[in-house]
């Protein structure tokens, strides 16, 4: 039996991460992509911090975020599923 503080602390997991993904897709197309292609075009020669090194951070995210929102949807449906409903309650 699901408890109103295990439905609230399941829908707030989800929309925290839904939240996170749609922020992420915001800054990284917005302020990250100028950023990381303007590196890209003026930076050559040898690198401080070769870009090549950290090209594949965004998309690990990404998919961390995606992989997370699929087990948060799948343990809000449980949590909700789980919800005990009472049919003589107002008797």
Do not use: H
């Given at each position: 039996?699901?408890?109103t503080?295990q439905?609230y602390?399941?829908?707030?997991?989800?929309?925290?991460?839904?939240?996170?993904?749609?922020?992420?897709y915001?800054?990284?197309?917005?302020?990250?992509?100028?950023?990381?292609?303007?590196l890209?075009?003026?930076?050559?020669?040898?690198?401080?911090?070769?870009?090549?090194?950290?090209g594949?951070?965004m998309?690990?995210?990404?998919?961390?975020?995606?992989?997370m929102?699929?087990?948060?949807?799948?343990?809000?449906?449980?949590v909700?599923?789980?919800?005990?409903?009472?049919e003589?309650?107002?008797?």
């Amino acid at each position: 039996m699901a408890t109103t503080l295990q439905m609230y602390i399941a829908g707030l997991a989800l929309i925290v991460n839904t939240f996170t993904i749609a922020l992420m897709y915001f800054l990284g197309n917005v302020i990250l992509a100028p950023i990381l292609n303007g590196l890209g075009k003026y930076i050559t020669g040898n690198q401080t911090i070769p870009m090549y090194d950290i090209g594949f951070i965004m998309p690990a995210i990404w998919a961390i975020l995606l992989i997370m929102e699929i087990i948060i949807v799948v343990s809000f449906l449980v949590v909700v599923g789980r919800r005990v409903t009472v049919e003589d309650y107002y008797e």
